[in-house]
């Protein structure tokens, strides 16, 4: 594997389960934005709003983490890449 593939993996996430990725980055994005609201004037409908949108990024994630560990899970598990020489090296030196 060379540095550049290092830099730009292939995506991992399978087909199946986009969409619930998708759907959590949006969540996580907007509450991002409900909390600056929140510090230029906290509002009720801005905590109900990231409330929401905490508890579906909750089950989002329960959703994801029983289908990835449960016994009809076909996709496997992608090596998360190897490290460069160099970092190999640099870690060593450092130890």
Do not use: H
Request: hydrophobic share 40%; aromatic share 6%.
């Amino acid at each position: 594997m060379n540095e550049k593939e290092l830099l730009r993996p292939e995506f991992t996430v399978p087909i199946g389960l986009s969409g619930r990725f998708g759907e959590m980055a949006g969540l996580v994005c907007s509450m991002a934005e409900d909390l600056g609201k929140a510090f230029e004037g906290p509002t009720t409908e801005v905590f109900q709003s990231l409330a929401r949108s905490d508890q579906r990024v909750d089950a989002l994630y329960e959703e994801l983490m029983e289908l990835v560990t449960g016994q009809d899970w076909i996709d496997g598990v992608a090596p998360a890449g190897e490290l460069p020489e160099s970092a190999v090296r640099d870690a060593s030196a450092r130890s």
